[in-house]
């Protein structure tokens, strides 16, 4: 089956304990991105890769990192996480660009105390 | 830079009205054009989407849309709501040859299907 998996599904963790939320899909996307999604915000783009080793940054960057070592991962990580960063993130991959569907994956509900 | 407008963060419909969410854009050039569905608890799924050709855009569970260019719009519409239309819907746009698959989304609109 297609699709993007997530872990973990909810995470609750404490200000300034590094983590890491992992993203991994099975179509062999060339582009994936992580969002996160806030109550009347919508979603915004965090970082997204093109392709193995190609990385850029989103709308909302600011205190995240991701690396992009195997075409199928895209984890996400928080060095030093604070209260803001409390939300739901959501990855997504891409078999082209602009035109293609994204395909979500289930998302991870980050909170951060 | 782009942006997406979605009028009416909650819209409210009776069970077998008809469904209107509303979505404009902003951008030079026309862009390509989705709607995605977030159902309660889960990632989101795409609805439909305008790229070229005809501007008129079925999707599934019965939604179109239709890509206005004089009016930057690509507003959603379904003849009949039904119950389990009930979710978040998001507008979202994606540069016209962009360099890299990104999109830029609404802040979305909840619909409410009542019996």
């Known amino acids: 089956e297609a699709q993007v998996t997530q872990n973990p599904r909810y995470l609750i963790t404490v200000t300034g304990k590094k983590l890491t939320v992992t993203c991994s899909q099975n179509m062999n996307h060339e582009y994936m991105s992580w969002y996160r999604q806030d109550p009347g915000l919508g979603l915004r783009q965090i970082y997204y890769?093109?392709?193995?080793?190609?990385?850029d940054k989103g709308d909302v960057p600011e205190g995240y990192k991701v690396s992009r070592k195997e075409k199928r991962n895209f984890p996400l990580i928080l060095e030093s996480p604070s209260p803001n960063q409390t939300s739901l993130y959501f990855c997504a991959s891409t078999l082209e660009r602009g035109t293609d569907t994204q395909y979500f994956g289930p998302g991870t509900r980050l909170t951060v105390l | 830079a782009q942006s997406v407008t979605q009028l009416g963060s909650h819209v409210s419909v009776s069970e077998g009205a008809l469904v209107l969410l509303r979505c404009n854009y902003s951008?030079?050039?026309?862009?390509?054009l989705f709607w995605y569905v977030q159902y309660p608890n889960q990632g989101l799924q795409l609805l439909l989407k305008?790229?070229?050709?005809?501007?008129l855009v079925k999707g599934i569970n019965g939604f179109e849309a239709e890509f206005k260019k004089s009016e930057t719009s690509f507003h959603l519409t379904k003849p009949s709501a039904h119950m389990s239309d009930a979710a978040e819907y998001f507008c979202a746009v994606s540069p016209l040859g962009s360099g890299y698959s990104t999109l830029t989304f609404g802040k979305g609109t909840m619909l409410l299907v009542s019996p």
């Open positions: 951008s030079s050039v026309p862009p390509y």
């Open positions: 890769s093109m392709n193995v080793e190609v990385t």
């Open positions: 305008y790229t070229t050709g005809a501007t």
